[in-house]
């Protein structure tokens, strides 16, 4: 049965999705879903077919497994809410394609063909376009030729449609102005930090009643977890690697294939400030040689950050035609302009590493290692069937251990035990899941071993004895006593600050920072030092307790952006783009749900259900 599809969805999802073709040449090789069911709903008189669905689906599984580095399953993408994303996009598409088709918005057949005719995925080795590709598309699409070009004309019109209703829209240039004003004024400021010597005298020691007291009030600091009494056996590869021979012969294939591990040549940390021609690049040089401008300045004036024009550690090589120029530099310094792959480039170089040769003989002891181990674990895994038939047979475990040369030991494992075999994750879950009952059974660890368990014992978690974390308690009683010392021993130099005295006729250690930016970073400060700053008036002092740490402020000065410099123009430039286009997809975002909303949709639930099956 068909059932209302909810209308209610963010903005970002339909914006993303129109700018899919959801059918379009993306879906280049998806193979025909359709075994039966055709449609998967309907928006006003538009269908929505199962194999839009599908290929669209795949697609965005396909897109979101790149970001995140790994192939998503069907059933994590359903946790994330894909799948109901992509019905909600193809909703909107049907949506909008009614509606152009209503206003009778439409691309010519000369449009469609050129289209078709300079599709990438269409064209053969000649470079022109190839009708056998473009057949075999059509057939594993599942569709005919005049299918394919309706699509790719609703597809036009809903482009047409979008383009006439976000065409024009800027964003008010007092706005941009005004947050460009907020975010380059800068502030200069002298911060302490309140450190126990700063104390007239050290906090006293704990009294037994006040140990008692802490120890009662902060009983879940003193827990002991539960612990589970584990015996275990277990084989690695270093337990075996001393049965392993190794030739030379052997070494030097090892070392050949981890050559350029050994052999690692010359790199320079360079940062590459592209121009859009020589002349500016040039200008820009002029300046920096004049001392008008640092390259810091120069990279902000491009509306960049530090990180937008770090290369890393490059080789010659990788620097192309500017290469020599850059490598010639025995210290750090700024050249150019010269010809980079995007275009004329001021490149800076802040680094030399030399090369690190590491040879043969150097390489020897770890090469072997590596191969020993390598080979270790294959004996490793030879010996696992033999060890789970000596399991299965019901022979203990110290048996086991015996017969096999397996290590036999025993760990009062918890949450917090590390180190040995406790600092493999495979061990640690099955330890964690382990029951009284349960058979040993082998498992494998990362790093080639097998082991298997009991569980002997469960001792629940316990409140530990007070003698037994004394020093602890004491040590933690002591550190809230003082930060309570502190923070008095603020308010009243705070009282001192108010009536004309200056951090440093305090004693105290300062730091002084000024035209400090409101992204800026204070060094070994909490970042609430930076932002408290910024909410406060010049001459203003101010007492910051963040980060168990306790910071005088005083406020020197407030420094208002300058509106008239290019960097600030350029920021102001780039908050009203980003504002505009903001807007832009708001109003589309609001003139989708109206044009949704005068429409009935339906979604088969069973028709879903089928796509989804097909995906798992």
């Known amino acids: 049965m068909s059932t209302p599809l909810r209308k209610k969805r963010g903005h970002s999802v339909i914006w993303g999705v129109l700018a899919l073709m959801m059918i379009g040449l993306g879906g280049y090789g998806v193979t025909n879903f359709s075994q ?63 509606e152009a088709a209503r206003l009778g918005i439409s691309i010519g057949d000369v449009q469609i063909k050129d289209r078709i005719m300079a599709a990438p995925g269409f064209q053969g080795p000649d470079g022109k376009f190839n009708r056998d590709a473009y057949a075999e598309f059509l057939r594993q699409q599942g569709l005919n030729e005049a299918q394919f070009e309706r699509k790719l004309r609703d597809e036009g019109a809903r482009t047409i449609l979008q383009g006439a209703v976000v065409t024009g829209v800027e964003a008010p240039e007092d706005i941009a102005a005004r947050i460009a004003a907020w975010r380059a004024e800068t502030r200069s400021f002298t911060f302490a930090e309140l450190i126990p010597s700063d104390l007239p005298a050290p906090v006293p020691a704990p009294t037994a009643d006040e140990i008692k007291a802490w120890y009662d009030a902060h009983n879940a600091s003193y827990m002991r977890p539960e612990t589970r009494k584990i015996t275990y056996v277990w084989l690695s590869p270093d337990d075996m690697k001393d049965q392993v021979q190794v030739d030379e012969k052997t070494l030097k294939d090892a070392y050949a294939a981890r050559k350029s591990d050994f052999v690692v040549p010359e790199k320079r940390m360079v940062s590459r400030l592209v121009y859009p021609t020589a ?29 937008d024009v770090d290369l890393g ?6 620097l192309g035609p500017a290469g020599d120029a850059v490598f010639a530099l025995k210290e750090p310094a700024v050249i150019g302009p010269l010809d980079s792959d995007l275009g004329p480039a001021l490149f800076s170089m802040n680094g030399i590493l030399d090369a690190q040769i590491t040879t043969f003989d150097e390489a020897r002891d770890e090469l072997r290692n590596e191969v020993a181990i390598d080979r270790a674990r294959r004996l490793v895994s030879d010996k696992a069937g033999q060890i789970e038939d000596a399991l299965a047979s019901g022979a203990s475990l110290a048996d086991v251990a015996k017969d096999e040369g397996m290590t036999l030991g025993h760990i009062d494992f918890n949450s917090e035990s590390e180190g040995g075999i406790s600092g493999y994750e495979a061990f640690r879950k099955a330890a964690l899941a382990a029951t009284p009952d349960a058979f040993p059974t082998l498992t494998a660890l990362d790093d080639g071993g097998v082991f298997a368990l009991q569980l002997d014992k469960i001792d629940p978690a316990a409140l530990k004895p007070l003698d037994e974390v004394k020093d602890k308690v004491i040590a933690d009683w002591t550190a809230d006593e003082t930060h309570k010392h502190l923070l008095t021993l603020a308010q009243e130099q705070i009282a001192e600050l108010d009536n004309g005295a200056t951090l440093d006729k305090l004693g105290l250690v300062t730091t002084h920072l000024e035209d400090f930016a409101r992204d800026g970073f204070v060094q070994d400060a909490d970042p609430a030092v930076g932002k408290e700053v910024f909410a406060m008036t010049a001459g203003d002092h101010k007492v910051v307790d963040a980060g168990g740490k306790v910071y005088l402020l005083s406020l020197d000065s407030v420094t208002p952006a300058d509106m008239a410099s290019e960097q600030v123009r350029a920021l102001r430039d780039k908050i009203r783009a980003s504002l505009s286009q903001s807007t832009g997809r708001d109003l589309f975002d609001a003139f989708t749900r109206a044009v949704e909303s005068t429409q009935k949709v339906t979604l088969d639930q069973a028709a879903i259900n089928a796509v989804d099956a097909q995906m798992r």
């Open 313 to 318: 550690e490059v080789t010659k090589e990788d």
């Open 279 to 307: 002349d500016e690049a040039a200008k820009a040089k002029a300046r920096l040689d004049a001392k008008e401008a640092s390259f810091e300045d120069l990279v902000r004036e491009r509306g960049l950050a530090p990180a």
């Open 36 to 98: 039966g069911v055709t449609d998967l709903g309907t928006v006003g008189d538009r269908k929505i077919s199962v194999n839009d669905y599908h290929r669209a689906l795949q697609s965005e599984m396909a897109s979101l497994s790149n970001q995140v580095g790994q192939q998503l399953t069907f059933e994590q993408a359903q946790q994330m809410g894909l799948d109901r994303q992509v019905q909600a996009t193809l909703v909107a598409a049907a949506a909008l394609e009614g």
